[in-house]
């Protein structure tokens, strides 16, 4: 389910705002999703029940800001938004199954 919405927002997102060049895009926005990579670093590697912004390293706040600012210049525009849509997907995640936003 969540992970459905990784793949379905961000094809949402190309459709709407970047129809020209919808494959570089998508593809992009769906790259952002190697930032779940950290979650190798926890133990056990994948739990449902876990909130993972605030608790893996790339899902923290200092990074966030960062991605934040890579919505602004062109070249890293779509990195940026494909990782504040992640970022948002993953604490709407931990509202629903944790009742927070992030730990
Ligand atoms: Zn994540």
Known sequence: MHLLLHFIVP?????????????LSYLLLISTMLVDLDHLAASPIY??????IGFHPLHTFVPIAIYFAL????K???IGIGL????????IDCQ????VWFV
Request: charged share 25%.
């Open 47 to 52: 739990d449902s029940q876990r909130c993972s």
């Open 84 to 91: 504040m849509i992640h970022m948002a997907l993953d604490s």
């Open 96 to 99: 629903y199954t944790n009742g």
């Open 76 to 78: 890293t525009r779509l």
């Open 71 to 74: 919505c602004f210049p062109k």
């Open 11 to 23: 094809a949402m997102v190309t459709g709407s705002f970047f129809r020209k060049e919808w494959r």
